[in-house]
C-alpha cells in the first residue's frame, strides 16, 4: 500500500513514520523547505544560535509523544526532573515556591504545606474535580473558582499554557481530558520534559533519519494546490509542477493547519479561533542555580526557559 502524506509537521511526520513502519511505500509532500512546521529550530541570524520557533513543553504521561520518540529512535531527548517539580515565583509580592506532586495515584500531597501552592487548602484541589465531569458546552470558569491563591499561582498560569487561550473561557471538557491524562494520573504522569538541545534535534531530525532508513521519500518545497475529487473519493492531487495520480488501494492523510485543510476540501468544518503565543529569546547565560522552568504569576510572560546558550520566555494568549 502507498501513503501519501501533505505535510510535514509533527503530525504529518507522526504519520509518515508509522505507516513507513507498518510496511507502506510512504511520499511527503512539504510545502516548505524543511520540516517540522510549528515545532521546528532555525539559526536565528541575530542571536546567531539555533533557537526553537517557541519553547514546548511535554510531560512525562503522554503516551503518544513517549511512543514516537521511541520509534524514531530519540527517546532520551527530552528533559527534565525525575520527578514532578514545578518553580514559581510571584513578581509583585517576590513569594517563591515549588510545586511538588507525589509520585503515586493517592494525591496525598495536596495535605502537605510545603509541596502545594501556599495560601491554599486540600479542599481547593478537591473542588477541580468538577471539571471531570464537564459537558461540551462548558467553560472552566463556569464550573470551578478563578479567585484564590490555587487559580492566581497555578491553575490560572497552567490552563493558559495548556489551552493557550483564557483559562477562564477554555473549554472545561478540554481541561478535564488534559487533567485526566496528568493529576488524575499523579506526579509521574506529569514530569516537566522539554526537548534538549532544541525541538529539532528531538523530534524532527531523528524523524527524518528514520524514514531515510524506511526508503521513505520526503519532498520539501511542494504545496498542494487542489485535491481532485470523483464524487467523494480523492483521484489525483495537484502540486505546481506536477499532479499525482491516486489510485484506489492509496492512502492519503492531509496533515496541514486547519485553514489550509479547509480550502482542500470543501465543507470541511475546522476550528475558527486562534490565539497568538509570543516567544522571546534573550541570548544571555542563565545564573548556574536557574530553574530549566520557572512560572511566573504578576508579569506579562508566564514561563522562563533556562537553555544552556538562552533564556527564553513565553507569552500565551497573547493576542
Ligand atoms: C509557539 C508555540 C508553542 C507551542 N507549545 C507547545 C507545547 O508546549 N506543547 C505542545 O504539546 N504543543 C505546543 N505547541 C503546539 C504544537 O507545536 C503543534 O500542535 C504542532 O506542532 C502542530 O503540528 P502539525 O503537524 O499538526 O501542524 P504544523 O506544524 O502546522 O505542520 C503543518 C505542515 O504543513 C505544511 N503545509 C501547509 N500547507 C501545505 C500545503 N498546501 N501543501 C503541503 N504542505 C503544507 C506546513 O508548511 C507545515 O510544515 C506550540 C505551538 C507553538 C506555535
Request: aromatic residues 6%; neutral net charge; proline residues 8%.
Amino acid at each position: 500500500m502507498r501513503t501519501i502524506v501533505v505535510g510535514a509537521g509533527l503530525s504529518g511526520l507522526a504519520a509518515a513514520v508509522t505507516r513507513a513502519v507498518a510496511g507502506d511505500e510512504v511520499v511527503v509532500y512539504e510545502a516548505a523547505g524543511h520540516a517540522g512546521g510549528r515545532c521546528r529550530s532555525y539559526v536565528d541570524a541575530t542571536l546567531d544560535c539555533v533557537i526553537d520557533n517557541g519553547n514546548h513543553l511535554v510531560l512525562s504521561g503522554n503516551p503518544m509523544v513517549q511512543s514516537f520518540l521511541k520509534t524514531i529512535g530519540a527517546h532520551d531527548a527530552l528533559t527534565g526532573p525525575d520527578t514532578a517539580e514545578f518553580d514559581f515565583v510571584d513578581l509583585k509580592s517576590g513569594e517563591r515556591w515549588t510545586l511538588r506532586p507525589n509520585e503515586g495515584l493517592l494525591p496525598w500531597w495536596i495535605f502537605a504545606s510545603d509541596r502545594r501552592v501556599p495560601g491554599t487548602t486540600p479542599v481547593d484541589y478537591v473542588k477541580l474535580g468538577a471539571l471531570l465531569a464537564a459537558g461540551p458546552a462548558a467553560t472552566v470558569a463556569d464550573l470551578v473558582p478563578t479567585d484564590g491563591p490555587l487559580w492566581t499561582k497555578m491553575m490560572g498560569p497552567v490552563l493558559l499554557a495548556v489551552l493557550n487561550t483564557d483559562p477562564k473561557l477554555g473549554s472545561a471538557k478540554l481541561t478535564a481530558a488534559v487533567l485526566k491524562e496528568t493529576m488524575a494520573k499523579g506526579g509521574r504522569a506529569y514530569r516537566p520534559r522539554i526537548a534538549h538541545p532544541n525541538l529539532g534535534a528531538a523530534f524532527i531530525e531523528p524523524a527524518l533519519r528514520k524514514l531515510t532508513e524506511l526508503h521513505a521519500l520526503v519532498h520539501f518545497g511542494q504545496r498542494l494546490r487542489r485535491i481532485v475529487f470523483d464524487h467523494d473519493k480523492v483521484i489525483a492531487l495537484e502540486f505546481p509542477e506536477n499532479t499525482v495520480p491516486i489510485g484506489p488501494s492509496d492512502r492519503v492523510v492531509l496533515a496541514v493547519p486547519p485553514w489550509v485543510a479547509q480550502d482542500l476540501v470543501p465543507g470541511l468544518s475546522v476550528p475558527t479561533e486562534f490565539r497568538a503565543i509570543v516567544n522571546a529569546h534573550f541570548k544571555v547565560a542563565p545564573l548556574p542555580d536557574a530553574p530549566k522552568m520557572l512560572g511566573v504569576v504578576g508579569g506579562t510572560a508566564e514561563w522562563i526557559f533556562a537553555f544552556e546558550d538562552r533564556v527564553s520566555v513565553t507569552v500565551s494568549g497573547a493576542d
